[in-house]
């Protein structure tokens, strides 16, 4: 058997700082993912595990220790899930295959993928945060959240841009914004909030789209009022805070 992989390599060059992924159909006919590395290249499935490993019958290791904790809060006694440092582990190194993956949805404009896979990675932060035997492998994550939010934010602002809805598309960034806030108050730095990657992205995203959304009807009135109450209109004001009351 021919395992050299120039084949499959030649004419696909690797870029640094460039994310470099393609969908290919297997020899199966199952369509996969393939990410160029610098040594050589990543393959994924596209649904699943990235690796398409079942461990224990589970879909995946999250799923597994999912259905474990739910057994055990349905126990008389309810014994609490703890993870070893090896099962935190094991679930770091399930989160960066995800990782791998989500990031080439994203650049497959395959959104959809995106939102499912971030917020699947969210989840292990959630579970080694709350069950973790060691405050190191509990906090060993949560560096990641602002990113993961930010990635799931954008796919949902895509998808909304797609179906020409600017008002979810800001909704949507607006939404990550406030939880990338939430996650720096939770941890007693509100204040470096507004020089993280992340939150910079979403609001520099979010200024994008909120200069492309009509006027509130509201504030134009208002603007309006302020002017005729300078000016000493007095009638047009009375009617520009009529039409401000319907309006609300």
Not at 1 to 7: I, K
Not at 84 to 90: I, T
Not at 165 to 185: C, I, N, P
Request: charged share 35%; hydrophobic share 35%.
């Amino acid at each position: 058997m021919d395992c050299d992989l120039s084949s499959i390599l030649e004419g696909w060059d690797y870029h640094p700082g460039k994310v470099n992924v393609r969908r290919i159909t297997g020899m199966d006919g199952k369509e996969r993912i393939q990410m160029r590395l610098c040594l050589g290249a990543l393959q994924m499935e596209v649904r699943g595990r990235p690796d398409g490993q079942q461990p224990y019958g589970y879909e995946s290791l999250l799923e597994y220790f999912e259905a474990l904790k739910k057994q055990l809060d349905s126990e008389n006694g309810g014994r609490e899930l703890e993870l070893s440092p090896q099962d935190c582990s094991d679930l770091r190194e399930e989160s960066m295959a995800y990782y791998y993956r989500y990031l080439s949805f994203y650049h497959l404009a395959d959104y959809a993928g995106v939102i499912c896979d971030t917020e699947r990675n969210l989840r292990v932060f959630d579970l080694i945060k709350l069950h973790a035997q060691t405050e190191a492998d509990q906090f060993s994550l949560e560096q990641y959240r602002p990113y993961v939010i930010m990635m799931n934010a954008r796919a949902r602002k895509e998808l909304a841009l797609r179906d020409n809805d600017l008002k979810a598309a800001y909704a949507a960034l607006q939404e990550g914004m406030t939880k990338v806030r939430e996650f720096f108050s939770a941890f007693g730095r509100p204040g470096l909030v507004e020089n993280a990657d992340e939150y910079r992205t979403l609001e520099n995203e979010a200024e994008k789209i909120r200069n492309c959304l009509p006027r509130d009807p509201v504030e134009t009135l208002r603007e309006k009022l302020e002017e005729a109450v300078s000016r000493e209109r007095f009638e047009e004001a009375a009617r520009l805070r009529d039409k401000i009351r319907k309006l609300e």
